[in-house]
């Protein structure tokens, strides 16, 4: 991820930002290193750097947000300040969101707006969006970490001018996991003469510093000039390696119940581990995870997996989604409460409840008599 720019003449110094990630989705390790680029060339490696905190925008422009959580995926009302005092209004067509970050620290919409530096009256803003839910999760109980920087803004504090640029999503995990909410990762700018340098993530793109707008227009969507981002196999590959992630929670989720279950009815079943494992900690399974659940989100890595930005219509997509009501259903589900929860209620209780007949159907498992086999066993 590019996290510093400082140009060097016609080429530009980059610090990048480099995760070590786990099969889990855990951050096991970073890394910083030095490289060198310009538009239409390829990045040159510079070498590792020591570790650093990446630089933010200090300057006199502040964004005030409301305390307190957002409801209803609502837009958050914004008020702007220069130096203490009130500044041109921020215009409506152009939406802020907030994060039910659970628990609260800063305002909600402090997370998903981020003022990244400023020429003259002009600041520079990324936004986070979507406001709602994409598809593959509204049937989940998810409520912030989702929102990825889909938006840039060059704002007048004087006029109330702004030009607005959609723009391009990260795709990888570590951008991912990095530039979330909490957001350990920000988007850079840097000022080159009249132009300026943006980095989210994974691309990099070149902007007017001062957009000029049509006579009689304060607020314009537009096109976003020079943007470099990783080509389409990179994405296509990591695509791939989404949606072999998500195969494998629906799995794991379907394999942690069918153990819950098979312990009630005492059935031992070659394949499929004991659910003393789950409570051991031996094995470990996202949908058995109370915090995630209980505060509005869900595990970083299926996040990603659920969101990830597949074309429309594609085989792909289809897959993801089906999958996402897979997940859905799991999370849904009376078993999968009871399996959270294993040790308040016996298994007498519990097989009463479900009419001591397996409660639901599970990918990749089949029911025999009363327990649940593994479909390929």
Known sequence: MIAGIEPEGARLRLTVHVDLVNARGWITGQRWYAASY????????????????????????????????????????VTVEVAGKPAAKWPSSIPMYGSLVNPETWPPGSWDNLILGQVGPWIWVALKGPGSLPSPLRAL???????????????????????????PRSVSIGSWLEMETPNLTVPTLAVQGDKVWVGVGEWIGCFPAKPTLPPRVSVAEVNAPDIRSPDASYTESVGQAALDALRAD???????????????????????????????????TWNLSLPPLDHGSLPPLLLWSLTFPYDAGSAADGERNELARTIAAIVASPL??????????????????????????????????????????
């Open 38 to 77: 310009s538009l239409g060339d390829e990045l040159k490696s510079g070498g590792l750097l020591p570790a650093q905190t990446q630089h933010t925008y200090h300057g006199p422009v502040r964004l005030n947000f409301q305390s307190g959580f957002p409801s209803g995926f609502r837009t958050e009302p």
């Open 250 to 284: 629906a799995v794991a989720g379907a394999q942690s119940l069918a153990s819950y279950w098979n312990r009630l009815v005492g059935a031992k079943v070659p394949g499929v581990p004991p659910f003393s494992d789950y409570q051991s900690g031996k094995l470990a």
């Open 141 to 167: 109980p998810v409520s912030w970490g989702y929102r990825v920087w889909n938006r840039l803004v060059a704002f007048n504090v004087q006029t109330g001018q702004a030009a607005e640029y959609p723009i």
């Open 336 to 377: 999968n409460f009871a399996a959270k929860d294993a040790s308040s209620e016996s298994a007498v209780e519990v097989l009463a409840e479900f009419h001591h007949r397996p409660p639901m159907a599970l990918p990749g498992f089949v029911i025999r008599g009363d327990a649940y086999w593994p479909a390929n066993g």
